[in-house]
T-cell receptor, first 114, second 114 residues
Framework: DAGVIQSPRHEVTEMGQEVTLRCKPI?????LFWYRQTMMRGLELLIY????????DSGMPEDRFSAKMPNASFSTLKIQPSEPRDSAVYFC????????????FGPGTRLLVL | KQEVTQIPAALSVPEGENLVLNCSFT??????LQWFRQDPGKGLTSLLL?????REQTSGRLNASLDKSSGRSTLYIAASQPGDSATYLC?????????????FGKGTKLSVKP
């Protein structure tokens, strides 16, 4: 398996623009997670899905952030409108089951909002 | 609210040395604790997962221990090599909350000098 795939790997945009990050989980995994990593706050969970259904979105910072999982092999994280403080590395991870199961991380998308 | 702390933030050792990385957590009601490795510009790779009922896990030169009563976990690396240079993060998953919500420490950046 190719592992968790994220695109784009790097994104530079201007404040106010819409940003869409994409993730393809490992085939057969039923959980998908979106994380954000910054120097100040470290790694934080934004939202996670089970069988394409959002389970916990309490980490989503504000209404400007939204995430979808239309099918088992694809998820998006959208920021609209983007702000400079959204600059971070965004990771997608997936797992088979959740209790005591390892999460497999993608390489991340490095987002810079000017 | 669970908080995970890793001290020191950075550590430099000569090749061949045995070393211990520390992780502390405030809420002992954890479901499991995981150690991850992160290389620059890359995602996280799971190293070891310790269930709450376990006291340690081993993989090759790595040994992770868990002491819930004291709120501590350690990652022991034997005979360190330059290839071990990376940032090591620990993460706790709690009972009572969303089991998908891994709470991460900010990591210890390890540098092994040849």
């Amino acid at each position: 398996d190719a592992g968790v795939i994220q695109s784009p790997r790097h994104e530079v945009t201007e404040m106010g623009q819409e940003v869409t990050l994409r993730c393809k989980p490992i085939s057969g995994h039923d959980y998908l997670f979106w994380y954000r990593q910054t120097m100040m706050r470290g790694l934080e969970l934004l939202i996670y899905f089970n069988n394409n259904v959002p389970i916990d979105d309490s980490g989503m910072p504000e209404d400007r952030f939204s995430a979808k999982m239309p099918n088992a092999s694809f998820s998006t994280l959208k920021i609209q409108p983007s702000e400079p403080r959204d600059s971070a590395v965004y990771f997608c991870a997936s797992s088979f089951g959740i209790s005591g199961e390892t999460q497999y991380f993608g390489p991340g998308t490095r987002l810079l909002v000017l | 609210k669970q908080e995970v702390t890793q001290i020191p933030a950075a550590l430099s050792v000569p090749e061949g040395e045995n070393l211990v990385l520390n992780c502390s957590f405030t809420d002992s009601a954890i479901y499991n604790l995981q150690w991850f490795r992160q290389d620059p510009g890359k995602g996280l790779t799971s190293l070891l997962l310790i269930q709450s009922s376990q006291r340690e896990q081993t993989s090759g030169r790595l040994n992770a221990s868990l002491d819930k009563s004291s709120g501590r976990s350690t990652l022991y690396i034997a005979a360190s090599q330059p290839g071990d240079s990376a940032t090591y993060l620990c993460a706790a998953s709690n009972y009572g909350g969303s089991q998908g919500n891994l709470i991460f420490g900010k990591g210890t950046k390890l540098s092994v000098k040849p």
